[in-house]
């Protein structure tokens, strides 16, 4: 958010007015998880720094419209952005509609593939789980089927989108090229998609679990279900192998095949899934200082 706003928005560029919604989680004095808590430290001082009106959004509705009415005033008299200040817990919950046009016949739902792609990756494997939910539960079967035994995965917090280049790097360092599985999101990969033509690690498998949502942060559509992502992967180097499967066995094949031999580059699999995450899932019991050294 930063870099545009200062970087085009700003007065001092083309100064364009705009209401900006900036939530702050990881505020100092409320209980949130870690990967929030710097950002959450340093945003009152980044705010400041950036030298732009900010206000703070009401929690009641008459004054809450008040405070925007005002601030978008400001802002267009002014030509310049405005933030609009958001505290954890402002906004009241609210369930999402599914999108009619999905697809929700199929028989996985992405704690079903992350068994899956475990049982089929077995020991030999290194994995890396994209942020969000599949963390959760990937740090949950490990704790409840493995043993507890996390020494093979890496849980990515807060960073989204960067699974794939954390696993890219780990590939391409990998003793003995042992490959390295990547559990990613539809809405993650479409975050930063670029990095895909720069996946060229030949031990790299690159999963990628989609149920056509940002599941994890409000159940809004992605563009996924428009998207052919296996011609995608396949024009910018996937290769020999990119691949779309939605059954138990499927998945366990593509990943046993490709754990189990050397291949010209990484290779893609899209597993389509269902939505839904259990009521009673639970969070990670290790710092992520923790989950780094293991």
Not at 137 to 157: M, P, T
Request: net charge negative; with cysteine.
């Amino acid at each position: 958010m930063v870099n545009p706003l200062l970087s085009l928005a700003h007065p001092g560029v083309y100064g364009i007015p705009m209401l900006v919604l900036v939530g702050w989680r990881g505020e100092p004095g409320v209980r949130d998880e870690p990967q929030h808590k710097i950002m959450g430290k340093l945003q009152a001082g980044i705010i400041q720094a950036m030298d732009l009106a900010c206000t703070e959004l009401p929690t009641e509705n008459s004054e809450a419209l008040e405070a925007l009415e005002a601030a978008a005033a400001q802002s267009m008299e002014s030509k310049t952005p405005h933030l609009i200040l958001v505290r954890k817990d402002t906004f009241s919950r609210y369930t999402l509609e599914m999108a009619a046009e999905y697809d929700k016949t199929l028989p996985m739902t992405r704690e079903n593939a992350i068994r899956v792609v475990l049982k089929a990756g077995g020991d030999q494997a290194t994995y890396v789980g994209t942020t969000g939910f599949l963390s959760r539960e990937l740090f949950e079967i490990r704790a409840n089927e493995y043993g507890g035994d996390h020494s093979q995965d890496f849980l990515c917090v807060g960073n989204m989108g960067h699974a794939g280049s954390i696993a890219e790097g780990l590939a391409t360092h990998m003793p003995s090229k042992s490959p390295v599985v990547c559990m990613d999101g539809d809405g993650a990969l479409l975050m930063h998609m670029g990095s895909m033509a720069t996946n060229k690690a030949e031990n790299l498998v690159h999963v990628l679990i989609n149920n056509g949502m940002h599941e994890s942060v409000g159940g809004q559509p992605t563009a996924a279900a428009g998207l052919n992502l296996c011609g995608i992967a396949r024009d910018v180097g996937y290769y020999p192998t990119a691949i779309r499967v939605r059954t138990e066995e499927e998945l366990a094949s593509a990943v046993a095949d490709a754990v189990a031999q050397p291949h010209s580059g990484p290779v893609f699999i899209e597993v389509l899934v269902k939505p839904g995450v259990r009521a009673d899932l639970g969070r990670p019991t290790t710092t992520p200082q923790g989950n780094k050294v293991r």
